[in-house]
């Protein structure tokens, strides 16, 4: 606007004429120039509903610019396709979106079973609208039912091999503990201590890492045996590194 002031100062002494910009538009009327769910309006703001931006919506050609930007289209087609787009990115990632699309479902499981939220709590309408509206990239995030089938064993392949790394050649102490019955069958959960100075947590206390949980048809020396010995096994723990072993009686 600036440059309008400076190079018209007689403006000031003749009478004012209209504007050669058109009047200002507001976002509203700019959204509904627009297919419907192309585009909507919060706080008086246009946003791109693919994208999760912000879009000027005062000058014509800078919204349509956005329409035909490749981000927008590869937006857009996730949008409309996210389905088979889900199912596809699991099998072969072709492009940078389907690896971010990935990445995204990865970090939200890790961050959801570290703060023990449940992954169904991803369902929760607020949530979604939430992470639709407010977040980059938030609708990205599947359902629970998705994120189970597809992502969740990926993260567990990928925290067993790191925790595997952090028990190499460590003495432990194992712990072997009776969760509950569940539908007739016992279930175990084998733990580790490191008995490692350098890896007490912050208040001082030893950590447990919870590596395996067995379901049993029945407890006795026999199966909670096999189950620890399978247990130090997958791990590679040698069973001269296990200095102590804890069972609550099973
Ligand atoms: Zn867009």
């Given at each position: 606007?600036?440059?309008?002031?400076?190079?018209?100062?007689?403006?000031?002494?003749?009478?004012?004429?209209?504007?050669?910009?058109?009047?200002?538009?507001?976002?509203?009327?700019?959204?509904?120039?627009?297919?419907?769910?192309?585009?909507?309006?919060?706080?008086?703001?246009?946003?791109?509903?693919?994208?999760?931006?912000?879009?000027?919506?005062?000058?014509?050609?800078?919204?349509?610019?956005?329409?035909?930007?490749?981000?927008?289209?590869?937006?857009?087609?996730?949008?409309?396709?996210?389905?088979?787009?889900?199912?596809?990115?699991?099998?072969?990632?072709?492009?940078?979106?389907?690896?971010?699309?990935?990445?995204?479902?990865?970090?939200?499981?890790?961050?959801?079973?570290?703060?023990?939220?449940?992954?169904?709590?991803?369902?929760?309408?607020?949530?979604?609208?939430?992470?639709?509206?407010?977040?980059?990239?938030?609708?990205?995030?599947?359902?629970?039912?998705?994120?189970?089938?597809?992502?969740?064993?990926?993260?567990?392949?990928?925290?067993?091999?790191?925790?595997?790394?952090?028990?190499?050649?460590?003495?432990?102490?194992?712990?072997?503990?009776e969760?509950?019955k569940?539908?007739?069958?016992y279930v175990l959960?084998?733990?580790?201590?490191?008995?490692?100075?350098?890896?007490?947590?912050?208040?001082?206390?030893?950590?447990?890492?919870?590596?395996?949980?067995h379901?049993l048809n029945a407890t006795n020396n026999r199966t909670v045996?096999?189950a620890?010995?399978?247990?130090?096994?997958?791990?590679?723990?040698?069973?001269?590194?296990?200095?102590?072993?804890?069972?609550?009686?099973v």
């Amino acid at each position: 606007m600036d440059k309008f002031v400076v190079k018209t100062p007689s403006a000031s002494s003749k009478p004012k004429t209209r504007s050669h910009l058109p009047l200002p538009i507001t976002a509203n009327d700019r959204a509904r120039n627009y297919p419907e769910g192309t585009f909507h309006v919060d706080d008086g703001r246009l946003f791109c509903s693919s994208c999760n931006v912000v879009v000027d919506h005062l000058r014509k050609f800078v919204v349509d610019k956005h329409l035909e930007a490749a981000s927008h289209k590869r937006n857009a087609e996730k949008k409309d396709g996210g389905k088979q787009q889900t199912l596809k990115t699991v099998m072969n990632c072709k492009t940078v979106a389907q690896v971010e699309k990935v990445r995204i479902c990865h970090e939200w499981i890790k961050m959801c079973t570290t703060a023990n939220i449940p992954l169904h709590k991803s369902d929760n309408y607020l949530m979604r609208e939430f992470l639709q509206s407010r977040v980059v990239n938030g609708g990205a995030t599947p359902k629970c039912s998705q994120l189970r089938d597809y992502y969740l064993f990926d993260v567990y392949q990928t925290k067993r091999a790191n925790l595997k790394e952090i028990i190499k050649n460590k003495k432990v102490a194992l712990i072997v503990d009776e969760l509950s019955k569940d539908e007739g069958r016992y279930v175990l959960d084998v733990m580790a201590v490191l008995l490692d100075f350098d890896e007490l947590s912050p208040n001082g206390n030893f950590v447990a890492y919870l590596l395996d949980t067995h379901f049993l048809n029945a407890t006795n020396n026999r199966t909670v045996s096999q189950a620890v010995v399978k247990t130090v096994h997958k791990y590679g723990i040698d069973f001269g590194d296990v200095c102590i072993f804890n069972s609550d009686n099973v």
